[in-house]
């Protein structure tokens, strides 16, 4: 147990503190960070934590008429009518997607090559516009930036750009997105509530989590269930780093009423650390210890960061990049300029 947690030596031995793990990563000791978000790391973004009653979500579900307010938020219902879920889309989207410094923080991570993984509750990508790749990055829940057909006759998929276009004229598809091919219902690849989670989460957990030296958990309540369980599956005597503005599996607001979201999330033993308060004010006091502030300060976002997720998608279908075809596409122009040949 005592690997992680000696220095510096002032401190009491086998208690993890904010001044150990600062220590602790200047000393390089840590080498296979995995990382779990959830909302709280993007409301600073514009991103409304539905958590938060700040978001006025109760006032904003009541005119759709629902069997019971939490049915926005379902598969099954999503099935019957996705209308509910396209009109909230639509007021709560925020114009622009910025990554927070918290987003950078992870890019930092990976650029010391101290990151092994980020599992993200989110579905806003940020993550990708911060400068990750789909490889660093595990969407517990999915992400806006892919949406498909949902007849098993058609399955075509459609980007970003494509969504938010249909999402914002709803004059012209009665509010709901429509494939272009047959007609029937679009939907983000996300995942409700009642629905699996995919694949490539369940089939990373085992090896990512035996190599795990050090989780940061942070903006996530753990209320909600399977993510919250990952907090068990590291290895006995490795640190474990909770930052939010609550304690962990407490939930506070509307939609924690309604869901009655809470859970037992035990974060006392001695390897754990939890530092309450709000994400990137946290996350910047950690890397100002650790000499790493203008490190951080220096992550490229949005720019930099859609480039290299573009690249990432294009490797992957393509093999190649043509900077000049895709600087020419609206959903690049809104981003990015072309970025220098390396």
């Known amino acids: 147990m005592g690997g992680y947690l000696t220095k510096p030596s002032s401190d009491v031995g086998g208690v993890l503190t904010k001044d150990i793990l600062v220590q602790n990563f200047k000393d390089g000791m840590y080498k296979n960070v995995i990382v779990m978000c959830g909302a709280g790391i993007s409301t600073s973004a514009g991103i409304p934590d539905f958590r938060s009653p700040s978001a006025g979500l109760y006032f ?11 049915a926005v938020f379902e598969g099954s219902y999503f099935k019957q009518n996705p209308l509910p879920f396209y009109s909230l889309c639509r007021e709560l989207y925020p114009e622009k997607l910025t990554p927070t410094t918290t987003h950078k923080f992870f890019t930092l991570l990976r650029n010391k090559n101290l990151l092994r993984r980020v599992y ?4 806003d990508a940020l993550e990708f516009l911060a400068g990750l790749t789909k490889d660093e990055v595990i969407e517990a829940h999915g992400s806006f930036q892919r949406s498909y ?19 914002f004229t709803p004059e012209k598809n009665d509010g709901v997105p429509k494939c272009d091919d047959c007609q029937s219902v679009v939907r983000p690849d996300i995942v409700l509530f009642g629905e699996q989670l995919p694949s490539r989460f369940h089939n990373s957990l085992s090896a ?35 930052i939010n503005k609550t304690q962990p599996g407490k939930v506070e607001g509307i939609v924690g009423w309604m869901l009655s979201l809470s859970a037992n999330v035990d974060f006392s033993r001695n390897e754990d650390l939890f530092l309450q308060g709000y994400c990137d004010e946290i996350v910047t006091e950690l890397c100002t210890k650790a000499d790493w502030k203008e490190e951080l300060e220096n992550i490229e976002v949005i720019r930099q960061g859609i480039w290299e997720y573009l690249q990432c998608l294009l490797r992957q ?14 959903v690049i122009r809104e981003f990015v300029s072309p970025a220098p040949e390396s």
């Open 60 to 70: 904003k579900l009541r005119k759709y008429n629902l069997p019971y307010p939490e």
């Open 208 to 242: 990512d989590f035996a190599a795990c030296d050090l989780l940061i958990v942070v903006g996530t309540s753990l209320a909600v269930s399977p993510f919250n369980t990952l907090v068990g599956r590291t290895k006995p005597g490795v640190p474990r780093v909770y």
């Open 149 to 167: 057909c949902t007849s098993r006759n058609c399955g075509k998929e459609y980007d970003l750009q494509w969504l938010k276009t249909e999402i």
């Open 317 to 330: 279908e393509h093999g190649v990049i043509n900077r000049e075809v895709l600087a020419a596409e609206p």
């Open 120 to 123: 993200t509750q989110n579905i």
